[in-house]
């Protein structure tokens, strides 16, 4: 008896966390190179927003209606994890780049907001591989017009997403790219194919630190490959 109530007890306390404190999230792709790498496990708080039917962390919703409780507002900058918008239950990971009253552009590869470029300084450029093969690539210092500043990761103009309509982004709804522009699927792309306007409901929390780095072809099941694909340098590494 004793046993079950210790089991009990732990299991209330990491409902309790993973509810309503932390959720820890695995990095699925490379979206948010290079502040973000596939196999990063970082950590999002879930009070930082407030709580939606969303936030529960399983596969069933919280019976809190449609709003949020202790809602607060994402800040421009801020590293999202939200549900994506057509279908509710896959979690996606993209950052706040258009707040409720914005209008996004891009043009010739330079992100607008209200009508106004972003300041980008060029970091570094060197060459990256992914599944189209060896590219050139730019890293760039974007700084957005609240001074959040961050990298970014570019393969040059003419990309599909680097000249793009204006986005006008209604109320309760934010505008979420990812940091490795020409590779994310996101705000950019209409929700039908893509992620579209995110609404407030939507939010999960806030992503706030790598905890734990593998590189891809670690298996839970193979514990040599824990330490063959260990990236130590990325472990409790805070996000901007």
């Given at each position: 008896?004793?046993i079950?109530k210790?089991i009990?007890?732990a ?7 993973r ?6 999230f695995t990095?699925p792709s ?5 502040n ?11 009070w ?19 709003g949020?409780l202790?809602?607060r ?26 707040l ?21 300084v060029?970091?570094s ?7 189209f ?20 990761q ?6 599909d ?11 309760g ?25 995110v ?21 839970l099941?193979n ?18």
């Open positions: 008896m004793e079950i210790t009990a007890v299991l209330v306390i990491a409902f309790v966390l509810v309503l404190l932390f959720q820890p990095i490379a979206s948010m190179e290079p973000l790498y596939e196999g990063d496990y970082i950590v999002v708080s879930k930082t927003y407030g709580y939606s039917k969303y936030s529960s962390g399983l596969p069933i919703n919280l019976p809190i209606g449609e949020r202790f809602g507002a994402p800040e421009r900058g801020d590293i999202v994890v939200f549900k994506l918008p057509r279908d509710d239950k896959t979690d996606y990971i993209k950052r706040v780049i258009g409720p009253g914005d209008r996004i552009q891009m043009i010739g590869n330079v992100l607008h907001i209200n009508g106004q470029p972003v300041n980008d060029v970091v450029q060197g060459e990256v591989e992914d599944v093969g060896p590219r050139a690539m730019t890293q760039l210092r974007e700084t957005l017009p609240n001074g959040r500043s961050f990298l970014i570019d393969f040059g103009p003419g990309g997403l680097d000249d793009t309509p204006v986005y006008e982004v209604p109320e709804h934010y505008f979420m790219m990812g940091d490795n522009r020409d590779n994310s699927i996101d705000s950019r792309v209409q929700e039908s194919a893509g992620v579209g306007l609404p407030e409901a939507n939010l999960v929390g806030k992503a706030e630190i790598i905890a734990f780095s593998w590189t891809p072809g670690a298996s099941f514990p040599v490959s824990w330490f063959a694909n260990v990236r130590p340098s990325r472990f409790f590494r805070v996000l901007d």
